[in-house]
């Protein structure tokens, strides 16, 4: 299965790939580069196909739990200030993803939708420390009965040139459900309560809408 973002990508890597291996065969005589051009070609499709992948996870619903938004590694866990939303000092979780993780942005908490900003940028390395306030980025809050506002936010990377959120402010929203996209390389960040149970350790491995970021207070 395939995210919508990557429809007109795919639509348009499948075409490319077609024509590129009818016109080799036709122009290019000698046989080993045609081959590598071939294999090259066809190898650019199955990276695209694989990064606009999306697959179903059976998500169980628990309001005391928040869920991991988005494939990738834990790369920090830190008390920080925030200072666009909360003005004050949170426990951030940062989650990043290479091009080769699934760059679905899923709902870790259900709730509803309080703030939901889009911020133009830079495309510093997504692990930057800076990146999180200067590059592209969404910054969504969900409020939530058991952990009260919990912020998170996308943050393009230097591959990424678009970042795509569904949250809208006073929506009800889901936990595990698609909350949005990020293209080529990104980074997710989680603000919460200081004091709030966590379940990670940096450098795990965390898998959208299955591993448990938090616990409630």
Not at 85 to 114: A, E
Not at 159 to 166: E, K, M
């Amino acid at each position: 299965m395939f995210h919508k973002e990557g429809i007109q990508s795919i639509l348009l890597g499948s075409i490319f790939t077609a024509i590129i291996l009818l016109l080799s065969d036709y122009f290019i005589q000698i046989v080993w580069l045609r081959m590598a051009v071939q294999i090259a070609t066809l190898l650019l499709l199955i990276i695209i196909l694989q990064f606009f992948r999306n697959p179903k996870r059976d998500v169980i619903l628990n309001e005391n739990q928040i869920l991991a938004p988005v494939d990738g590694k834990v790369v920090v866990i830190e008390e920080v200030f925030e200072g666009e939303y909360f003005k004050d000092k949170r426990l951030q979780i940062s989650i990043f993803m290479s091009p080769i993780n699934v760059h679905v942005t899923r709902y870790g908490l259900s709730g509803v939708v309080k703030f939901s900003r889009y911020h133009p940028g830079k495309f510093l390395v997504a692990w930057h420390p800076k990146a999180s306030e200067e590059n592209e980025r969404t910054t969504i809050v969900i409020e939530n009965k058991s952990f009260g506002a919990v912020l998170y936010r996308q943050i393009a990377g230097a591959l990424a040139r678009r970042i795509v959120n569904y949250a809208k402010e006073g929506m009800q929203v889901v936990q595990g459900t698609d909350a949005g996209f990020i293209k080529f390389g990104s980074r997710v960040d989680i603000f919460l309560p200081i004091g709030t149970p966590i379940n990670v350790i940096l450098n795990q491995k965390a898998v959208g809408g299955k591993t448990v970021i938090a616990t409630k207070l």
